[in-house]
């Protein structure tokens, strides 16, 4: 079972950037589509950011789009997500996820069922 640990969390002021870190006890994840979502006190799940298996593309909520970027180190077995100009409205607990893999074609980030989670990690922009 693919195990992720998030971590780089924490309280930073509006305007502010963060650079979220997941750590994947899987030789790599060149083969699963992977994604960063969060969990805002009183609102449902929202889904910020994944990347198609293989790296080959990647897609952004609006809410974050221009602000955001995921990215992967296969060497490192490691996603990011580097987050500049936060805002309040960021405040959540981030989760990285990650899809089961599959081998032979690309796992898009609308066909792929995310089914590994990490713990989370809080993620607070306040004055």
């Known amino acids: 079972q693919l195990q992720l640990v998030e971590s780089g969390g924490g309280l930073v002021q509006p305007g502010g950037s963060l650079t979220l870190s997941c750590a994947a006890s899987?030789?790599?994840?060149?083969?699963?589509?992977i994604a960063w979502f969060r969990r805002a006190p009183g609102k449902e799940r929202e889904r910020v950011s994944c990347?198609?298996?293989?790296?080959?593309?990647?897609d952004y909520a609006d809410s974050v789009k221009g602000r955001f970027t995921i990215s992967r180190d296969s060497a490192k077995k490691t996603v990011y997500l580097q987050m500049n100009s936060l805002k309040p409205e960021d405040t959540a607990v981030y989760y990285c996820s990650a899809s089961r893999p599959r081998y032979l074609s690309v796992i898009t980030c609308s066909s792929a069922d995310f089914d590994s989670w990490g713990q989370g990690t809080q993620v607070t922009v306040s004055s």
């Open positions: 990347m198609h298996s293989r790296g080959l593309s990647t």
């Open positions: 899987e030789f790599t994840l060149d083969y699963r589509a």
